[in-house]
């Protein structure tokens, strides 16, 4: 792992987003909760914030980190071809919290894919990657 010792603890935030590609038959199917597996939406947002959780655990070299926030949210574009997928994580530490971030949204985006591939085997996951990352000084 990198030695972040010498940082100084600041507030830091990061933003990822990425989405899943699919039909609208099956869009229909998760805002209806008809899916065998039960409520997509739901399963995928808990998916997310356990997974941004253990990143640490996860990915080689990534130092654990002690989240202060964590939160996943779904929408749908008028195109009604796709879900798009955004996390936050926040904390107070000695290095970024990136890595939680675009955890979140990959594993929401798993989650998505596992619930509906009885229904729907043309889903894709694309375009996972960094929004913002921002960091700002520590309240005592």
């Known amino acids: 792992m990198v030695d972040v010792s010498a940082k100084p603890v600041l507030l830091r935030e990061a933003v990822a987003i990425g989405e899943i590609r699919l039909r609208p038959a099956t869009l229909k199917a998760i805002e209806s909760r008809t899916l065998a597996k039960g409520n997509a939406f739901a399963s995928a947002r808990l998916a997310g914030i356990m997974a941004a959780k253990k990143a640490g655990e996860l990915i080689p070299l990534c130092h654990p980190l002690p ?32 890595m939680e971030a675009l955890t979140a949204v990959a594993v929401a985006a798993l989650t998505l894919y596992d619930m509906c591939k009885a229904v729907d085997k043309t889903m894709r996951i694309t375009g996972i990657r960094l929004k913002s990352k921002t960091k700002s000084v520590a309240l005592p």
């Open 67 to 98: 989240l202060t926030h964590c939160e996943v949210n779904f929408s749908v574009p008028r195109t009604r071809d796709r879900i798009l997928i955004t996390a936050s994580a926040k904390v107070a530490a000695q290095t970024g919290v990136e």
